[in-house]
């Protein structure tokens, strides 16, 4: 008798599950890749079939999540503190005698009370995993170490991270605690890397620069479906918050971990002593390039969690652990050309064409030479080598240059052979217009227009440029710039690949209507939807001039500067009248005050939002050919340039019926998108912020609010439900319609 639906279904999760650790815990698949999906798909159809069978926890759940809205930011229960490192021998040596001297002296290691634990130092993402009950309940990001970004909807669509633990392998084997925090490495292995890039190239689309930054790109992608098939992997290294009597080792700890199912590096080891884990540091150098992965070094730390809490930790890093890191392998060729390339952000990086040479295992043409700056100011070796202290020099077209992998990856030049210099080198000049669009270019810092040396970056300042135009159209029709619903990255990606269709400049947006029956023309484009998009294209014409500002991508102009400038301008004319020391933040004198129309002794960055530095690049743009031109089209389709929330002058500087004010927004709202409240609330002559602390007056709740409502109860701040919000903006005059 063939097995009952639900037998099925448990067989075939139970196997799955058996297959995952199977190949990222014990690295010995039992199963192809095609077989693995083959079941995974006929679990799939039979779920489908069977509603009632539904499981949060099987594998076909870990693309099943609708994508999200955004990230919101978790505090870490413990904090993941950075770690120091060491470049040798002796560097590791005088790590331990510190270690030593502050667990009571002399003898320790003769008398084996200390142990050492290494762990290749993957060179991915960290990650904790938190889980409650032996279920994952939180994936969080490093972030600033205090907080992180929630990413727990990436955690789940990578195979490599168990959803739930559970023992395995011995009998007696203990179940997960009640809180177990698993910190580790996302990365991605360097096979997956190479076939997604090479998929990519066939469809024509931007290639990952190295595997470190597409894993990070990965976990921040907002639909799980776009995750699971670039197969990342993970490997856990540390511990969180966990439940007493877990562990009362690191190797204990990691033996656990594997037994519950989590992946652990099969290269870790203990070691006795610190010769010991220095032979073991050398013998794994050699080793690494063999691996599936970047590696950069090997992190050591003391054994035992008694020990490490006795050291304790210093403000940003513990004394129990140390990075060992690698020297760079580094190569010589000659430099042939340099590229001047345009990036998504308008930067403008040069670009290495070299004699091909052979770095860590593969074959280098191009290398990256940072910036402008490090061309003119580079480092010479004389005969002592590149350690930084010898002559410096500028880099040269024709020259001998060293070539090294910065984290094993991008390849990088970092100095010049200056003995070889030919007397036919060329000086590398770099582009004073843009090589794409011949744009204007703002040099940064400022400082750099009197040394070149202290050049940091380069930058093409028109939003429109080529090169950038895809990346600024998607941010346009984003929900906080124009808002308008179905133009995202996939619909701005299919449109521009039909190539029927123009979709080169934010004009094009509002031109669309007039390409409808085009728009029909393509795939999965049905009558109901293009409509839907043309109507939301007609509504974004009417978000004002903060909306479009904010939209445009302008260098050094977000949402909060836009809105700055649409409170102080009351429409485009007014913005382009205004003559430059105007957006600068210096303290105006009362003429000019008077002048300009501002209060007396009134400081402008209040005012606009710019800096000293940034407000000459904003007015240099706007006043572009450029943004003229892109201006002159959006007001001939009807986009309204005018300002929502202009402020004249008299309604400036502090005054209105909520001046002196501090106000956080907390949960969701009915009657307003919380950036649009923001604004209000800004208008009545409040300041609003996103975190709750002792200068917090007011806090505004909506529906399901989270900790601040808490703290604020906590700190007896008063507190407004959203009836009463709407009560008080009408008292105000300035409720929603």
Known sequence: ???????????????????????????????????????????????????????????????????????????????????????????????????????????????????????????????????????????????????????????????????????????????????????????????????????????????????????????????????????????????????????????????????????????????????????????????????????????????????????????????????????????VTRLLRVDHQVGKTGKITPRAAMEPVVLAGTTVRHATLHNYGRVRDAVADTGRGLDGSGERTDIRVGDTVYVEKAGEVIPQVVGVLLSERSRGARPIEPPDRCPVCSGPVEVEPPEAAGDPALETARRCVNPECPAQVREKLIWFAGRKQMDIEGLGEKTVDQIRAAGAIPLDAFADVFRLREHRDRLLALERMGEKKVDNLLEGIERAKSRGLARVLAGMGIRHVGDATARALARQFKDLDDLLAAPEPRLRPKTLNDAEARAWGLPEKTGAREETGLGLDTAPAVYAYLHSPQARKTFRDLAALGVDLSSHDYRPPSARGGEGPMAGRTVVITGTLEHFERDDLKGVLELLGAKVTDSVSGKTTLLVVGASPGSKLDKARELGIEAWDEPRLLKELKRMGAAPP
């Open 1 to 331: 008798m063939p097995p009952s639906p639900a037998d099925r279904a448990a067989r075939l999760r139970a196997l799955l599950h058996r297959a995952n650790r199977a190949y990222y815990v014990d690295t010995e698949p039992i199963m192809s890749d095609a077989e693995y999906d083959r079941l995974l798909q006929e679990l799939g159809e039979l779920e489908a079939a069977h509603p009632e069978l539904a499981d949060p926890d099987s594998p076909t759940q870990r693309v099943g999540g609708e994508p999200i809205e955004g990230f919101r930011t978790v505090a870490h229960a413990v904090p993941m503190l950075s770690i120091d490192n060491t470049y040798d021998a002796q560097g590791l040596r005088d790590w331990a005698e510190r270690c030593s001297r502050g667990l009571g002296g002399d003898g320790l290691f003769e008398r084996g009370e200390v142990a050492f634990v290494c762990d290749p130092k993957i060179d991915g993402v960290a990650l904790t995993l938190r889980y409650e009950q032996g279920r994952l309940a939180r994936a969080v990001t490093r972030g600033d170490g205090a907080r992180g970004d929630d990413v727990t909807h990436a955690a789940r669509a990578i195979r490599a991270i168990p959803l739930v633990l559970e023992p395995g392998g011995a009998r007696r084997t203990p179940g997960p605690p009640r809180v177990l925090e698993v910190r580790g490495e996302v990365y991605f292995p360097l096979k997956e890397f190479a076939r997604v890039n090479a998929r990519r190239e066939r469809e024509g689309e931007d290639l990952f620069m190295n595997p470190r930054n597409a894993a990070a790109g990965t976990l921040k992608q907002l639909d799980p479906a776009l995750i699971a098939p670039r197969r990342l992997a993970f490997s856990a290294w540390g511990r969180g918050e966990v439940s007493d009597g877990f562990a009362e080792s690191h190797w204990d700890y990691l033996e656990k971990l594997r037994a519950l199912g989590v992946p652990v590096s099969p290269h870790a080891a203990r070691f006795g002593s610190i010769d010991e884990t220095l032979a073991f540091i050398a013998d794994f150098e050699g080793a690494r390039a063999s691996l599936d992965y970047a590696v950069d070094g090997v992190v050591v730390r003391l054994d035992r969690f008694d020990q490490q809490r006795r050291l304790g930790v210093t403000a940003k890093s513990p004394r129990w652990i140390v990075a060992y890191k690698y020297a760079a392998q580094r190569s």
